[in-house]
């Protein structure tokens, strides 16, 4: 069974941990960031079809195992809960 994980934050460790999740053989299935043309030249430099402007869309509507938050430290707190309550697993 593959996982299937979303990415929270299209900045600039976004790509090392995809990389890493890749290696783990886990997929990538779509990315949420507020800034919709960064997040849209970030998955399609990455391969990544799905697409979305905030994590509640991404988790209503992409299929996922998983989130990693790649996000401010700030931020991970809300992100991760809201994540969590949809019963999704969390890095």
């Known amino acids: 069974m593959t996982i299937k994980i979303g990415i929270v934050g299209a900045g ?3 790509d ?4 890493g999740f890749r290696q783990a053989r886990a997929e990538v ?6 800034n919709t043309a960064k997040c849209t030249a970030f998955a399609a430099e990455q391969g990544i079809e ?3 402007c905030s994590l509640t869309e ?3 509507g992409a299929g996922l195992d998983a989130v990693s938050i790649i996000t401010p430290n700030k931020f991970h707190m809300p992100l991760a809960l809201e994540a969590l309550q949809a019963g999704k697993h969390v890095f």
């Open 12 to 14: 600039g460790m976004a």
């Open 16 to 19: 090392y941990h995809i990389t």
């Open 29 to 34: 299935v779509a990315i949420a960031d507020q």
């Open 50 to 52: 799905q697409t979305f």
């Open 58 to 60: 991404m988790l209503n």
